[in-house]
Nanobody, 121 residues
Framework: QVQLVESGGGLVQAGGSLRLSCTAS????????MGWYRQAPGQQRELVAA????????KYVDSVKGRFTISRDNAKNTVYLQMNSLKPEDTAVYYC??????????????WGQGTPVTVSS
């Protein structure tokens, strides 16, 4: 059974920071690359950051490079997204999922409830 539980979102002023967490069921976490996606109102979901199973390879969308950092704790089946220097355009609901690292495509059609991030100017 696929389980994805995101947390850590909230309301923050521009320039502030948040740390998102996502706990996944062990069956999908341990051997998969994991990623964070976001979906702003009226827009398609986009991949923001991704990380290989062992943590060696990471990728970020250009708009967050230098501001966001993805990390994972395999012992806890948890992936994190540290978001610094937040901008109003980062406002979205953030989701995690296992993914194909080369294509960025999610491996599962199931999505958790997401965690909303609102950045005020």
């Amino acid at each position: 059974q696929v389980q994805l539980v995101e947390s850590g979102g909230g309301l923050v002023q521009a320039g502030g920071s948040l740390r998102l967490s996502c706990t996944a069921s062990g069956s999908i976490f341990s051997s998969n690359a994991m990623g964070w996606y976001r979906q702003a109102p009226g827009q398609q979901r986009e991949l923001v950051a991704a990380m290989s199973p062992g943590g060696r390879n990471k990728k970020y969308v250009d708009s967050v490079k230098g501001r966001f950092t993805i990390s994972r704790d395999n012992a806890k089946n948890t992936v994190y997204l540290q978001m610094n220097s937040l901008k109003p355009e980062d406002t979205a609901v953030y989701y995690c999922n296992a993914l194909d690292l080369s294509s960025g495509s999610p491996r599962y059609d199931y999505w958790g409830q997401g965690t909303p991030v609102t950045v005020s100017s």
